[in-house]
């Protein structure tokens, strides 16, 4: 069975589009609130949750994540760059896992996978600090032979192979096929090397149908597309649908 995670980092962009410079106004927290959005999603059935807390702040806060773990019934993966600031965050708060990611400023969301073979020093510093804590760490990768092996070598236990080549191709069905195939074989070279191989990125409830061929996946982080589809069936039922597209 594959394993979904939900990312709600999405409800969070909707409420800072009104919301930006506001924790509370009318009583209670400000709508919608991604924490309570997460705990839905886990009593329709994700396997886990997914924050990312960006450096600017830009959608997630940590007051956001701190008052999910103070209710959650499943467990919290927290996507994250490599700064200083974000690893002692981690080792403060204890999720059950890390996923380190690039971040720029300029992007609208992560657009493109860690660079982990041309910072392997950084790498293994901050993924030896974290597995030192008992917080596992996935390096949010492109699927890639020397990002794959580079991830190995400094100590990831796991690895998220980045899904948008494949998601933006959707139309043009020779790319597709040749983005799968690239996607087959990356997932094949970390399951060799050790790595529990993750992918997310991209991944919708239409080409989900071939994502969830590549039987070599422990689990899809999912997030945009099933928010979006929350504002028309509510939150539970996106869940449930995709959980149920993913496992057929």
């Known amino acids: 069975m594959i394993l979904l995670g939900v990312n709600v980092d999405h409800a969070a962009t909707v409420r800072q589009a009104r919301y930006r410079d506001e924790t509370n106004v009318h009583g209670g927290y ?3 609130d991604p924490a309570e959005i997460a705990r839905r999603a886990e009593s329709a ?3 886990g949750i997914t924050m990312h807390v960006r450096e600017d702040r830009r959608h997630v806060q940590t007051d956001d994540v701190e008052r999910y773990l103070e209710r959650k019934s499943t467990r919290l993966n927290l996507e994250m760059s490599w700064a200083e600031e974000m690893v002692e965050y981690a080792l403060r708060i204890k999720p059950a896992s890390v996923c380190l990611v690039p971040e720029h400023r300029e992007e609208v969301t992560t657009e493109g996978g860690l660079d982990v073979a041309g910072n392997l ?3 293994r510093e901050v993924t030896a600090a974290l597995v030192a804590a008992g917080i596992p760490v996935s390096m949010f ?3 890639e032979s020397a990002q794959l092996e580079a991830s190995a070598e400094v100590g990831a236990p796991w690895v998220e192979l980045h899904t ?3 998601a933006r191709v959707w139309f043009d069905e020779e790319a597709r096929r040749r983005e799968l195939a690239t996607l087959r074989a990356g997932m094949e070279l970390g399951l060799k090397l050790g790595l529990r191989v993750n992918a997310g990125h991209g991944i919708n409830y239409v080409n989900v149908a ?3 061929t590549l039987e070599q996946v422990y689990e ?3 997030g945009h597309s099933i928010i979006s589809r929350a504002l ?4 539970e039922e996106a869940v449930a649908t995709m959980r149920s597209l993913l496992n057929p």
């Open 30 to 32: 400000v709508e919608p």
């Open 45 to 47: 059935g994700a396997d």
């Open 210 to 212: 071939e994502a969830r």
């Open 141 to 143: 990768i492109d699927p």
């Open 164 to 166: 948008g080549a494949f």
């Open 121 to 123: 020093e950084k790498a």
């Open 220 to 222: 899809f982080n999912i």
């Open 232 to 235: 028309f069936t509510g939150i």
